[in-house]
Nanobody
Framework: VQLQASGGGLVQAGGSLRLSCAAS????????MTWFRQTPGNEREFVAA????????YYADSVKGRFTISRDDFKNTVYLQMNSLKLEDTAVYFC????????????????WGQGTQVTVSS
């Protein structure tokens, strides 16, 4: 299983970005997919997850109302639409997959993408 994340970049505070994560390989159609983020010296932090079979979504409180996770099963791709970005959203964003259920625990996901840098400037 390979996950390819893209869409990161430099954006001003208040702006928007959309991250994409394309999955290839043996991913079950029932697997949840998720986004985490990490800043230097800190552990990976849960951002959002989507249960692929019933499309239930889950968000960290810090991004609720600003970020939206969605997926395109035909393209085997998950998206993270990030609006009203704040300086504290600056991080490397990772997508992950392979959990039978959506979870905020990074240990639940065996497959990880390489990460994409998001930098929010003032």
């Amino acid at each position: 299983v390979q996950l390819q994340a893209s869409g990161g970049g430099l954006v001003q505070a208040g702006g928007s970005l959309r991250l994409s994560c394309a999955a290839s390989g043996r991913i079950s159609s029932n697997d949840a997919m998720t986004w985490f983020r990490q800043t230097p010296g800190n552990e990976r932090e849960f951002v959002a997850a989507i249960s692929r079979r019933i499309a239930s979504t889950y968000y960290a409180d810090s991004v609720k109302g600003r970020f939206t996770i969605s997926r395109d099963d035909f393209k085997n791709t998950v998206y993270l639409q990030m609006n009203s970005l704040k300086l504290e959203d600056t991080a490397v964003y990772f997508c992950a997959a392979g959990s039978a259920a959506a979870s905020a625990n990074s240990n639940a996901y065996p497959y990880w993408g390489q990460g994409t840098q998001v930098t929010v400037s003032s």
